[in-house]
């Protein structure tokens, strides 16, 4: 859980991916992620509400300077791919 938003010490890390935490990007509560957190996506493609493929809808995330909230891929050598790209909105 997430405790001190000032502080990564209790930052929490989601997975994406078959087997993970999230079976996509878009099952994520993103309103629930806090600075400091991390999602990694797992390769895979991934179904989005956004009706385009591999999208994904960043909506409600606020990090800060100190303390981003932190997207990234679980490998360098196969990297998720965004082929409809990434939508960020709701004061992200």
Not at 48 to 74: D, K, Q, R
Request: charged share 5%; glycine share 16%; net charge negative.
């Amino acid at each position: 859980m997430v405790g001190a938003y000032g502080s990564t010490a209790w930052a929490t890390t989601y997975t994406v991916g078959a087997g993970q935490t999230f079976a996509t990007p878009e099952l994520i509560a993103w309103s629930s992620i806090h600075p400091g957190d991390t999602i990694v996506i797992y390769p895979g493609t991934y179904p989005s509400l956004l009706g385009t493929g591999n999208s994904m809808l960043l909506s409600g995330v606020v990090g800060t300077a100190a303390n981003p909230i932190t997207v990234e891929g679980s490998s360098v050598s196969s990297p998720p791919k965004l082929d409809g790209g990434l939508l960020i909105a709701g004061g992200s």
